[in-house]
């Protein structure tokens, strides 16, 4: 089951790639940060793109990136504007809230990942997976009554929608990840490289166009923007985090449901973090929130087996 070792070991980095997300936007320009973190992870993989076309790395490589044309990389550019999507609001939320209530709410991804499983690719829950879906809603009905004690009301609280309309953007990006990595006739049969290299790349073309029009103008009348050394480990954590779930995902026997649950484990990470480094109140009450949530990717998990 390397899959599975591989989906926990994303989790991990996913949730050091949280706390460092939150470090480097914490007073600080959001659009700024996300183009430099679309840089760097940029940086990191053209290498393997010019080492694959060169011919310096082999097809058994296991950092080998194919070489497509507009037919493939139309599917890439997609995935780029979802996970595009997903981070601004992803970004814009994290730097408005506590880490330890933007953590929980992202635990509930898979949730949405089944529903979208269910709703366009014709699956079926059983009853551990409805067990888990319910616990998922009240886990979350009882994380806006924690927030409310900090003052944030998620029914009118603009950051918690855009946290939680960044959640969908991620759960339809994961259902997606499984078609174009999937082998034909199922999927497009994508490299995995070659998705992850690319969509990084088109990523930075969109924040730099956006940058250059929505903040560049405007810098002096918003928050300002300053360098801070955690952005470069988002772009390392994130691109290790992916890497590996890209890998796992191109497993044959890889399960979508249940990677994206494993992988939610990450809030456990950053939920000690947001504790201990950013010192965030009322505690106890988001634990007990938080084991709720791990209590139905539990069930989740069990379901799904």
Same mark, same amino acid.
């Given at each position: 089951?390397?899959?599975?070792?591989?989906?926990?070991?994303?989790?991990?980095?996913?949730?050091?790639?949280d706390?460092?997300?939150?470090?480097?936007?914490?007073?600080?320009?959001?659009?700024?940060?996300?183009?430099?973190?679309?840089?760097?992870?940029?940086?990191?993989?053209?290498?393997?793109?010019?080492?694959?076309?060169?011919?310096?790395?082999?097809?058994?490589?296991?950092?080998?990136?194919?070489?497509?044309?507009?037919?493939?990389?139309?599917?890439?550019?997609?995935?780029?504007?979802?996970?595009?999507c997903?981070?601004?609001c992803?970004?814009?939320?994290?730097?408005?809230?506590?880490?330890?209530?933007?953590?929980?709410?992202?635990?509930t991804?898979?949730?949405?990942?089944?529903?979208?499983?269910?709703t366009f690719?014709?699956?079926?829950?059983?009853?551990?997976?409805?067990?888990?879906?319910?616990?998922?809603?009240?886990?979350f009905?009882?994380?806006?009554?924690s927030?409310?004690? %900090?003052?944030?009301?998620?029914k009118?609280?603009?950051?918690? $929608? #855009? =946290?939680? !309309?960044?959640?969908? /953007?991620?759960? &339809?990006s994961?259902?997606?990840?499984?078609?174009?990595?999937?082998?034909?006739?199922?999927?497009?049969?994508l490299?995995?490289?070659?998705?992850?290299?690319?969509?990084?790349?088109?990523?930075?073309?969109?924040?730099?166009?956006?940058l250059?029009?929505?903040?560049?103008?405007?810098?002096?009348k918003?928050?300002?923007?300053?360098?801070?050394?955690?952005?470069?480990?988002?772009?390392?954590?994130?691109?290790?985090?992916?890497f590996?779930?890209?890998?796992?995902?191109?497993?044959?026997?890889?399960?979508?449901?249940?990677?994206?649950?494993?992988?939610?484990?990450?809030?456990?990470?950053?939920?000690?973090?947001?504790?201990m480094?950013?010192? %965030?109140?009322?505690?106890?009450?988001?634990?007990?929130?938080? $084991? #709720? =949530?791990? !209590?139905s990717?539990? /069930?989740?998990? &069990?379901?799904?087996?």
């Amino acid at each position: 089951m390397m899959w599975l070792l591989l989906a926990f070991l994303s989790a991990v980095l996913l949730g050091f790639y949280d706390v460092f997300k939150k470090k480097s936007l914490h007073a600080n320009a959001v659009i700024p940060v996300l183009l430099l973190n679309t840089l760097f992870s940029s940086l990191i993989f053209l290498p393997f793109i010019i080492s694959s076309a060169q011919g310096w790395l082999t097809e058994d490589s296991l950092f080998f990136t194919h070489s497509y044309g507009w037919a493939e990389h139309r599917y890439i550019l997609l995935k780029s504007v979802i996970v595009l999507c997903s981070w601004l609001c992803g970004y814009f939320g994290m730097k408005n809230l506590p880490i330890t209530i933007v953590g929980p709410i992202n635990a509930t991804r898979p949730v949405m990942v089944l529903i979208g499983a269910l709703t366009f690719l014709g699956e079926h829950l059983n009853l551990w997976q409805w067990v888990g879906v319910t616990i998922a809603i009240i886990s979350f009905y009882l994380m806006s009554r924690s927030g409310k004690k %900090e003052g944030i009301d998620f029914k009118h609280n603009k950051w918690i $929608a #855009l =946290v939680v !309309l960044a959640n969908v /953007f991620g759960a &339809i990006s994961g259902l997606y990840d499984r078609y174009l990595m999937a082998p034909v006739p199922t999927g497009v049969g994508l490299d995995k490289m070659a998705v992850q290299s690319w969509y990084n790349i088109y990523q930075f073309f969109m924040m730099l166009i956006m940058l250059l029009v929505l903040w560049f103008p405007h810098r002096k009348k918003t928050t300002p923007f300053h360098w801070d050394w955690c952005i470069i480990l988002i772009s390392v954590f994130l691109s290790a985090a992916d890497f590996v779930y890209f890998y796992a995902l191109s497993q044959d026997e890889a399960m979508i449901s249940i990677v994206s649950m494993i992988r939610r484990g990450s809030v456990v990470v950053s939920f000690l973090f947001g504790a201990m480094l950013f010192h %965030e109140k009322n505690l106890r009450a988001k634990l007990f929130d938080l $084991a #709720l =949530v791990l !209590l139905s990717m539990l /069930f989740l998990f &069990i379901g799904s087996r």
